[in-house]
C-alpha cells in the first residue's frame, strides 16, 4: 500500500524555521506580530513549531519579509501552496507579485485584507480582524 502523509493544523512542523525567520529579522517579536495582525498567542505558537491556518503563516511570512518565491518554498513545509487556481491564492499570488520593492509590512497585510474583504475572501490574520472590520 503507498503510505500517505496528512498534515494537521495545530501538530507539530519540524521543516518550518519560523523561530529561525524571526529572529534573523532582528525586530522585537511584538513589532514583528503586530505587523502580521496575528496574536500574540498565535505567534508562540508558531514559534513553537506547530502549522497554524494558511491565512495566519502566509501574514507573518509577510511581516517578515518574505518575497513570493520564499513563500513558495516554505509554505509547502506546512503543508499548503499559493494555488492559481483557489481565489484566495490566486489575489495573494497576485497582489504580492505586483507590491511594491520594499513596502511596509503592517501596510501590505492591511492592504491585502482590504481586497481580500472586498472579495469575501478569507483576512489574513486571525478571526479577530474580519469581526472588528463587519462592525
Known amino acids: ?18 523561530k529561525i525567520l524571526a529572529e534573523k529579522k532582528r525586530a522585537p517579536y511584538t513589532r514583528i506580530y503586530a505587523d502580521a495582525r496575528i496574536s500574540e498567542r498565535m505567534f508562540r505558537f508558531m514559534r513553537n513549531s506547530r502549522i497554524p491556518s494558511k491565512q495566519s503563516l502566509i501574514a507573518l511570512l509577510i511581516s517578515l519579509g518574505m518575497r513570493l518565491e520564499e513563500m513558495d518554498d516554505i509554505l509547502p513545509k506546512a503543508g499548503y501552496v499559493l494555488s492559481r487556481s483557489i481565489a484566495f491564492d ?4 497576485v497582489l504580492l507579485e505586483c507590491r ?3 513596502p511596509q509590512p503592517r501596510l501590505l497585510v492591511f492592504s491585502m485584507n482590504s481586497v481580500l474583504a472586498e472579495l469575501n475572501l478569507p483576512l ?7 469581526d472588528a472590520q463587519q462592525k
Open 124 to 130: 489574513l490574520g486571525t478571526r479577530e480582524i474580519r
Open 1 to 18: 500500500m503507498p503510505s500517505t502523509s496528512f498534515v494537521f493544523r495545530g501538530t507539530k512542523a519540524t521543516g518550518l524555521p519560523i
Open 90 to 93: 490566486a489575489v495573494v499570488r
Open 100 to 102: 511594491e520593492p520594499n
